[in-house]
């Protein structure tokens, strides 16, 4: 974040340095009930209510004067969360769209979108690319029942066809025929609904969503005129959160070097604008009432113009509040004006408990008013310049706090964030300032827009610069447990030593500690980078007697699942590894539990856009839990057949298999040979991947015109001895990966199958002995850091 002015943080000697604590406790009461509260039914939240309103009673007659009225604050506002989540939880149970989800029935809905639809990535799918999926959450109008419509309320979540609902914005009505789905639990939406078709009855929106979809449209439009590709991406993410053009190596940098919150809308964006109109205000002459006016009307104009959606909405709260405290610098109120407002947005809308972009605005917002205020005027004190102080507090505050949230999502804590936004900081806010302007005048004027977008220009190359450097640095982030465990570590170490950097006797141990990191770990990761090895093409994952692989597309942090082993854990453990973030599609060969057991460890993981399986659909218990898993996700399944490819950047899919009487099995016992039979094109060669193939279909296989010749060799059935040393010979791979189990009890792999691989010159590579095992393009693979050579 970047402050319109801090001055009076550090003017005046002990001046505001109290913190006003009395809301906090109410804040940190009502999210935790919230929390619990979207997870809970009517009658546990019915009761909670009761017993927080009896207890607010009792304490404001019978407690200590001294804590009376904040006991009584605390749990008078625990009563109304617990209150309004009861009635909201009540309303959901009963509502008849709920009752329909629960039958898995269907049903026609009339909507008005109070979202833009939002692409879910997919594979290219022979030559186009079908069944992509946006989601758009929308506000339900009415439900068709026999030849009548009901008016209903409620909130719905749209699984829908980009195709035809992805120029939509918000305000579009439109009526639709869908699956009726259940919703995920904490959320406050009544239903999830996937709909196949067009929308039907569409109906515009108002005028002033449709004017804020013109001006962005108009801003995507000038930038691709005047920048390059990346920057072009860049700018529309900087000022209004548009991240549709940005490059995935762009995003990856940002991420890695700690910026990605900069193609975010938060309360940075709106104290930028609000707070530039501040200055100019008063600049001029403008009084303060006049001057706080006019930056109120500016943060509402730019809520419309980035859309009313509750990300923004939460934005402008936290916006607000910064702006506030960065205009009047008054630490002491702010932080009772965050609390409310974290009470407020809570109370209108419970979801937000669970979401982590509304944890990070708040911890930033907390970072900026409350820590950094204090830090700068500590360093102040000690003879640092008032701008070179505030320029050093603010990015480390905001750092800090976000940084245990943000490894609790990213499972990666960045080495080099703080600098990073040390050094973007002074080109952040001109170039959304430029980026507004130029925004607001393109439908008016093309030419002026594109010559504010040129003075942008430097600022974004800027960015980019120190984005892409930052990135490149040897261990620019660190891997750290993620989810709630790692980051309440994260947050307990962050805290231990904000509490020994102030006594000096501890200082220089904390100060040790980090050149200790630097100096010797640094060296150490540069020399031996450790897992993943970079340029990895395929990773066969440990996951015990089972298959799961990874295939890179060639876009960071997004990888192809081909099966994913017998439990979620492993297959969870090697994508964190691994780094993936982002599943377009998962292929179950076939349908046995030592294939499709992790599934839920990739939904869990990553973000899936869909499930490819075979003509076979045994054992239905199976197949039924994958349907249940893919519907809960918002991804959908994709039938595949020999012949269709799926390509992507720097991968192609081939389904060769299965052909012949294995393609029209129709029993559970022959699942193996009905497996889906895949040769990937990669960086690193030609790589086969057999499923369990057993005799029956490499006979099959063999029999066809499919080239079977590769240079890697998924061994089939995890080398068991029905394999064919016809089928073997004819694959003729350098390298036979062999994904199986330590010590399982089927004897796998067979003696004769490994014997067999060696014997034709290949190297056999086994996960009960190498554990994941990567292989790179060109002459060398990588097993575990343990180059194995072969030759070309």
């Not at 025929?177 to 995920?184: D, E, G, N």
């Not at 952040?428 to 220009?457: H, K, N, R, S």
């Not at 002995?769 to 393009?777: H, R």
Request: charged share 15%.
């Amino acid at each position: 974040m970047t402050p319109v002015s801090t001055a009076s943080w550090v003017s005046g000697p002990g001046r505001e340095r109290i913190l006003d604590l009395r809301l906090a406790p109410a804040a940190v009461a009502v999210w935790a009930t919230t929390v619990v509260g979207v997870h809970s039914g009517s009658g546990p939240l019915a009761v909670v209510a009761s017993v927080a309103a009896l207890a607010a009673a009792i304490v404001a007659v019978t407690g200590p004067k001294r804590w009376r009225i904040i006991g009584t604050t605390v749990f008078a506002l625990v009563a109304v969360a617990a209150a309004g989540l009861g009635i909201r939880a009540h309303y959901v149970e009963q509502h008849p769209l709920h009752e329909v989800a629960q039958r898995g029935g269907a049903a026609t809905v009339h909507v008005e979108l109070s979202d833009r639809p939002r692409q879910l990535s997919g594979p290219s799918y022979g030559g186009r690319r079908p069944g992509q999926t946006a989601l758009v959450r929308a506000d339900l109008l009415s439900l068709s029942s026999g030849a009548r419509d009901v008016r209903l309320g409620g909130e719905v979540l749209l699984l829908v066809p980009t195709e035809h609902w992805g120029e939509l914005i918000i305000g579009n009505r439109a009526t639709t025929t869908a699956k009726v789905l259940p919703s995920r639990s904490g959320d406050t939406v009544v239903a999830v609904l996937r709909a196949s078709g067009a929308p039907r009855e569409l109906g515009e929106p108002t005028a002033v969503p449709r004017a804020a979809e013109n001006l962005r449209a108009g801003l995507r439009q000038a930038s691709v005129a005047v920048l390059g590709e990346r920057a072009a991406g860049l700018l529309p993410g900087l000022v209004v959160g548009d991240t549709s053009l940005i490059p995935a190596r762009v995003v990856e940098e940002f991420r890695t070097a700690g910026l990605a919150h900069l193609t975010a809308v938060s309360g940075a964006n709106l104290a930028i604008v609000s707070g530039a109109v501040l200055l100019l205000l008063r600049g001029i002459g403008a009084g303060p009432v006049l001057a706080a006016f006019g930056a109120g009307v500016a943060l509402a104009g730019f809520v419309v113009l980035a859309g009313p959606e509750p990300s923004v909405q939460r934005a402008a709260a936290m916006g607000a509040i910064a702006l506030y405290a960065l205009a009047a610098g008054r630490p002491r109120a702010a932080l009772p004006a965050l609390s409310a407002a974290v009470i407020g947005l809570l109370l209108w809308e419970p979801e937000l408990a669970t979401s982590a972009g509304f944890a990070l605005s708040v911890a930033a917002t907390a970072g900026l008013v409350v820590l950094a205020p204090q830090w700068a005027a500590a360093l102040h004190r000690r003879g640092v310049p008032i701008g070179l102080a505030e320029a050093l507090a603010v990015p480390t505050a905001a750092h800090l706090v976000t940084a245990p949230i943000v490894a609790a999502i990213s499972g990666e804590v960045s080495a080099v964030a703080i600098i990073a936004n040390l050094l973007v900081g002074p080109v952040v806010a001109p170039a959304t300032v430029f980026g507004v302007m130029a925004t607001v005048v393109a439908p008016v004027w093309e030419g002026g827009a594109q010559f504010l977008i040129v003075l942008a220009m430097p600022e974004l190359q800027w960015l980019l610069g120190v984005a892409s450097t930052a990135a490149s640095v040897p261990g620019a982030s660190w891997e750290w447990p993620s989810g709630v465990g790692g980051g309440l570590a994260l947050a307990g170490l962050v805290f231990v030593a904000a509490v020994m950097l102030r006594w000096p006797r501890f200082r220089w141990t904390v100060v040790a500690l980090v050149l200790v990191a630097v100096v010797v770990m640094l060296p150490v990761r540069t020399i031996a980078p450790g897992w993943p090895p970079a340029e990895w093409s395929v990773v066969a994952c440990d996951v015990g007697q089972g298959d799961g692989l990874v295939l890179a597309t060639g876009t960071p942090g997004e990888a192809v699942v081909v099966d994913t082993g017998p439990a979620p854990e492993p297959m969870r453990d090697c994508l964190h590894r691994l780094g993936v973030k982002s599943v377009p599609l998962v292929v179950l060969t076939h349908l046995h539990a030592d294939h499709v057991g992790g599934l839920s460890g990739v939904f869990e993981h990553a973000a899936v856009a869909a499930v490819g399986v075979g003509p076979l659909r045994e054992p239905r218990w199976a197949m039924t839990e994958v349907d249940r898993e893919v519907a809960a996700t918002g991804a959908h399944v994709l039938d595949l057949t020999a012949g269709h490819r799926m390509r992507w950047n720097a991968l192609t899919l081939d389904v060769i298999g299965p052909v012949g009487a294995a393609a029209r099995s129709a029993g559970e016992e022959e699942a193996n040979d009905s497996s889906l039979v895949l040769m990937a094109t990669t960086p690193a060669g030609r790589i086969l991947l057999t499923g369990d193939v057993e005799l029956p279909a490499q006979s099959s296989l063999l029999s066809s015109t499919v080239d079977l010749r590769a240079d890697v060799l998924k061994v089939p059935h995890h080398g068991s001895r029905y394999t064919s040393p016809d089928f073997l010979e004819a694959v003729g791979a350098r390298i036979g990966l062999v994904s199986v189990g330590d010590d399982n009890s089927y004897g796998h792999p067979s003696p004769i199958v490994t014997g067999a691989l060696t014997r034709s010159g290949s190297r056999v590579l086994r996960t009960d002995q190498e554990g994941d095992i990567a292989i790179l393009p060109g002459p060398r693979h990588v097993s575990r850091g343990d180059p194995i050579r072969a030759e070309d």
